[in-house]
């Protein structure tokens, strides 16, 4: 977990003397929606108060590439830059991880590929303003190896952000679509973590309460933006499956949505969501149990019969995911057949990239092909 977390409103103001102390010069990583929106003008107005100089490199339009973390160290170093400081979605927090990483590493990024970055760098302020990659208290970034299409998984626990700064007055200004995919998002890394191989008691205690939350709260942030209370529950579980799958990892979801993010340029969120019901459908029976749990656990289900719970489980997925108008797969490919033929490779790099192996149902390649292709057929 990040070392300081602040949570709840007025959080940034409540962090600002402790970002103080981590340097004289910040590197903003961060978006043009951010700027403007009037986001990056709050956090450098009160850099201002404290006398905290600050450069702002806003180039982070889109999922981030290589490219882009290769001109925010450019320009990282030419201005002197001692610490960094994101606000923004997944990509500027990813992003800003990537940059300082970069800072200690001599060689092109993709070399970092299956190692773990474990350097001293410099301090890192997480501010996210979606609530739903949790990447303000992860140990991993996804940036896209544009010459080979590939999202790359990048991990190591120096890229555990130093600050974590949950406000929820940041979600207010995400528009529909964005809350309902980054939302998904944050429920899959709930799940996956808590039915992972590698799940563990406190980090289930943390997707428990996430999914809890998300369930209960999400529906009201897609349908009444401007509702605080909401927001903030959703905020903090954003960052509570964060923690979840920082410490028990994600699973066949994630794994099967980087190749569509990476061949498609489809948002990380979005491409979880499309893949969610199916994903867990296929791995459902040895999990059944813990399907049941989760049931229980968020009011979705008063059976005490597991095969039962899960079945409302299941309902009440597909409600949510109805309610907040989540497309399918179909729907978001504008070619189903380029989409089919590039099944084999995206299952392939799926299954390389780790993560279905961390699903307690044995998933192989040909596994993963059947599931796309029953989205798409």
Same mark, same amino acid.
């Given at each position: 977990m990040p070392s300081n977390v602040f949570s709840g409103s007025n959080a940034l103001n409540d962090a600002i003397s402790s970002i103080k102390e981590l340097g004289s010069h910040a590197l903003i990583v961060t978006d043009n929606m951010m700027v403007q929106l009037g986001n990056v003008a709050k956090l450098t107005s009160l850099l201002d108060e404290v006398h905290v100089n600050y450069t702002v490199y806003s180039d982070i339009n889109g999922e981030p590439t290589d490219t882009m973390i290769e001109n925010g160290l450019k320009c990282y170093n030419e201005n002197q830059c001692d610490f960094l400081i994101?606000? !923004?979605g997944g990509s500027p927090l990813d992003s800003m991880k990537a940059i300082a990483m970069m800072t200690k590493v001599d060689a092109p990024i993709n070399t970092m590929m299956g190692k773990n970055f474990v350097e001293d760098r410099p301090a890192l302020v997480a501010i996210p303003t979606t609530a739903g990659t949790g990447s303000e208290a992860t140990m991993f970034t996804i940036i896209t190896d544009t010459k080979n299409d590939v999202k790359m998984?990048?991990? !190591?626990?120096?890229?555990?952000?130093?600050?974590?700064i949950i406000d929820p007055m940041f979600t207010m200004t995400a528009p529909k679509s964005v809350t309902a995919a980054t939302g998904i998002d944050a429920l899959?890394? $709930?799940i996956e973590a808590y039915t992972s191989k590698k799940a563990q008691p406190l980090a289930s205690t943390f997707a428990l309460s996430a999914i809890d939350k998300i369930f209960k709260?999400?529906?009201t942030c897609y349908n009444e933006p401007q509702n605080e209370? +909401?927001?903030? +529950? *959703? +905020?903090?579980?954003a960052f509570e499956a964060g923690c979840a799958f920082n410490n028990s990892s994600v699973t066949i979801i994630h794994g099967m949505s980087r190749p569509i993010g990476a061949n498609f340029h489809i948002a990380h969120g979005l491409s979880n969501a499309v893949l969610l019901e199916a994903? *867990?459908?296929f791995v459902k029976e040895p999990i059944s149990d813990k399907l049941a749990e989760i049931a229980r656990f968020s009011g979705l289900s008063s059976s005490a019969d597991d095969k039962? $719970?899960?079945?409302?489980?299941f309902t009440a997925l597909h409600q949510l995911l109805h309610e907040l108008n989540i497309p399918e797969l179909k729907a978001i490919i504008p070619d189903h057949e380029l989409f089919k033929t590039l099944i084999p490779k995206m299952s392939s790099d799926a299954y390389i990239s780790g993560s279905p192996s961390n699903t307690v149902y044995p998933v192989s390649v040909e596994d993963m092909q059947k599931i796309y292709?029953?989205?798409i057929d």
């Amino acid at each position: 977990m990040p070392s300081n977390v602040f949570s709840g409103s007025n959080a940034l103001n409540d962090a600002i003397s402790s970002i103080k102390e981590l340097g004289s010069h910040a590197l903003i990583v961060t978006d043009n929606m951010m700027v403007q929106l009037g986001n990056v003008a709050k956090l450098t107005s009160l850099l201002d108060e404290v006398h905290v100089n600050y450069t702002v490199y806003s180039d982070i339009n889109g999922e981030p590439t290589d490219t882009m973390i290769e001109n925010g160290l450019k320009c990282y170093n030419e201005n002197q830059c001692d610490f960094l400081i994101a606000i !923004g979605g997944g990509s500027p927090l990813d992003s800003m991880k990537a940059i300082a990483m970069m800072t200690k590493v001599d060689a092109p990024i993709n070399t970092m590929m299956g190692k773990n970055f474990v350097e001293d760098r410099p301090a890192l302020v997480a501010i996210p303003t979606t609530a739903g990659t949790g990447s303000e208290a992860t140990m991993f970034t996804i940036i896209t190896d544009t010459k080979n299409d590939v999202k790359m998984l990048l991990k !190591g626990s120096s890229l555990i952000p130093d600050i974590a700064i949950i406000d929820p007055m940041f979600t207010m200004t995400a528009p529909k679509s964005v809350t309902a995919a980054t939302g998904i998002d944050a429920l899959c890394h $709930a799940i996956e973590a808590y039915t992972s191989k590698k799940a563990q008691p406190l980090a289930s205690t943390f997707a428990l309460s996430a999914i809890d939350k998300i369930f209960k709260a999400l529906p009201t942030c897609y349908n009444e933006p401007q509702n605080e209370e +909401a927001r903030a +529950a *959703m +905020a903090l579980a954003a960052f509570e499956a964060g923690c979840a799958f920082n410490n028990s990892s994600v699973t066949i979801i994630h794994g099967m949505s980087r190749p569509i993010g990476a061949n498609f340029h489809i948002a990380h969120g979005l491409s979880n969501a499309v893949l969610l019901e199916a994903c *867990m459908q296929f791995v459902k029976e040895p999990i059944s149990d813990k399907l049941a749990e989760i049931a229980r656990f968020s009011g979705l289900s008063s059976s005490a019969d597991d095969k039962q $719970a899960t079945e409302d489980f299941f309902t009440a997925l597909h409600q949510l995911l109805h309610e907040l108008n989540i497309p399918e797969l179909k729907a978001i490919i504008p070619d189903h057949e380029l989409f089919k033929t590039l099944i084999p490779k995206m299952s392939s790099d799926a299954y390389i990239s780790g993560s279905p192996s961390n699903t307690v149902y044995p998933v192989s390649v040909e596994d993963m092909q059947k599931i796309y292709h029953s989205l798409i057929d």
